[in-house]
Nanobody, 125 residues
Framework: QVQLVESGGGLVQPGGSLTLSCAAS????????MGWFRQPPGKEREFVAV???????YYADSLKGRFTLSRDNAKNTMSLQMNSLEPSDTAVYYC???????????????????WGQGTQVTVSS
């Protein structure tokens, strides 16, 4: 019932910036919880940031201050501005959406019913 499409990934040098975008379609609402996870090569998926029911935004502690999540409800899109990128930020980044998430579960991948296909971000010189 919901489709998510990420875009904006690519190759960037250490210290550079990159902005990812996610377009949502289908039965969506501004009250949906939307966010980002990432999966580094050889590792499990990990929490990046999330906008809970279009209100409060939460970030992984290690990323706070470098990454900024924004939502445009009129366009039904979400973006992730990534600054001061490091090689350890290299990963496939996924857009996620859930219609009934609670705050205590936001950092767990199994919380989210809908996932995008992922977009590759590579930080290297």
């Amino acid at each position: 019932q919901v489709q998510l499409v990420e875009s904006g990934g690519g190759l960037v040098q250490p210290g550079g910036s990159l902005t990812l975008s996610c377009a949502a379609s289908g039965r969506t609402s501004r009250s949906d919880t939307m966010g980002w996870f990432r999966q580094p090569p050889g590792k499990e998926r990990e929490f990046v940031a999330v906008s809970h029911r279009g209100s409060r935004t939460y970030y992984a502690d290690s990323l706070k201050g470098r990454f900024t999540l924004s939502r445009d409800n009129a366009k039904n899109t979400m973006s992730l501005q990534m600054n001061s990128l490091e090689p350890s930020d290299t990963a496939v980044y996924y857009c996620v959406l859930d219609q009934r998430a609670i705050t205590s579960s936001l950092r767990f991948p199994n919380t989210y019913d809908y996932w995008g296909q992922g977009t590759q971000v590579t930080v290297s010189s």
